[in-house]
């Protein structure tokens, strides 16, 4: 079974605060994604990566980066935490195929205070 | 504009009790529709696949329909099981795109 590893399950930031949520994948997918999800909206894409070193705006990529320096690793990065980006992040990963189905991770929830 | 709506928001049924799941969408161009289950705590997890050319199909007690025409779909849950509890989302592929397209789900609950 592919298995997506997000490192934290919870997180409490402060305002201000740079925030790294880390995302590994065991089974060489080519693309990864980082979603966030809010109480009565659907996923909503961040970032997305086809591959190594590459990275793709999403929907809402504003006070978010990622980095892809590994096949099996990326991080969502806010660069300067807010309150509004309290959420639960779920990271998944894919096959290159446009109907092969996405595997995430179990989620970080992340407060900003 | 590209939406997906499901209804109803949330369900609660007794175990053993069918129940159906709807899912409406206006994504255009429309390649397929994707159901997932989402326990509590844990990622989507996907259940099924439709594509254009598919009306029914079914993974276990989960029965999926496709209706391309009307562009709705729905999730029908046979003979429920206290671990169906759990958010069910509807997602959408564009045509030729990476794009998905989700709905804000439907949460169920099974009561014994």
């Known amino acids: 079974d592919v298995k997506v590893t997000q490192s934290s399950r919870y997180l409490v930031k402060r305002t201000g605060e740079k925030v790294f949520l880390e995302c590994v994948q065991d089974?060489?997918?080519?693309?990864m994604f980082w979603y966030r999800q809010d109480p009565g909206l659907g996923l909503r894409l961040i970032y997305f990566?086809?591959?190594?070193?590459?990275?793709e705006k999403g929907d809402i990529p504003e006070g978010y980066s990622v980095s892809r320096e590994k096949k099996e690793r990326f991080s969502l990065i806010l660069e300067s935490a807010s309150t509004n980006q309290t959420s639960m992040y779920l990271c998944?990963?894919?096959?290159?195929?446009?109907?092969?189905?996405?595997?995430f991770g179990n989620g970080t929830r992340l407060t900003v205070t | 504009k590209n939406q997906v709506e499901q209804s109803p928001q949330s369900l609660i049924i007794l175990e053993g009790k069918n129940c159906t799941l709807q899912c409406n969408y206006t994504v255009s161009p429309f390649s397929n529709l994707r159901w997932y289950k989402q326990d509590t705590g844990r990622g989507p997890v996907s259940l099924t696949i439709m594509t254009f050319s598919e009306n029914t199909k079914s993974n276990g007690r989960y029965t999926a329909t496709l209706d391309a025409d009307t562009k709705q779909s729905s999730l029908h849950i046979t003979a429920s099981q206290l671990s169906d509890s759990a958010s069910y989302i509807c997602v959408v592929r564009m045509d030729s795109s990476y794009k998905l397209i989700f709905g804000s789900g439907t949460r169920l609950l099974v009561r014994p």
């Open positions: 990566s086809y591959d190594v070193k590459m990275k």
């Open positions: 089974m060489d997918h080519e693309n």
């Open positions: 998944a990963s894919r096959t290159g195929g446009y109907n092969s189905p996405l595997h």
